[in-house]
């Protein structure tokens, strides 16, 4: 498992996931995602799902979250809290799990959902076998 956090932190990004699910542009599918991602730094970013007509073209939540963080500068994700307005927890789709592996492969991975059932785990259990920049190191 990743590391622990302190209940602050950990209080500090659910809450995070929790307002950017408010901001989410999701005229399509009314499925407001919001997520939060602690940087290596020690800073959060957060990001909303923002759908397009063009269905293609629309963007979760988790890679709102870290294409901000490193648009700031940041290299590494520790940590990614996901929050859904259901009453299960939803994992990261596919897309998401291989984005986290790119900045965080031994990243721990929370989702939130509008009851108490949560999901902990790490990229590694969601994205076993992943292929990543280290399948493309020249020998």
Sequence with gaps: MAKALSSTLQRRLATGARQAARRAYAPYS??????????GSGKVYTGCNVENASYGLCNCAERTAIFTAIAAGEERITRVVVYTPTATATTPCGACRQVINEFGPGAGVLCLCDSDETIETTLDALLP??????QLQSE
């Excluded at 499925?31 to 940087?39: I, K, P």
């Excluded at 076998?129 to 280290?134: D, L, Y």
């Design 129 to 134: 076998a992943a292929f990543g920049p280290a």
């Design 30 to 39: 009314k499925f407001r995602v919001g997520a939060a991602v602690l940087a």
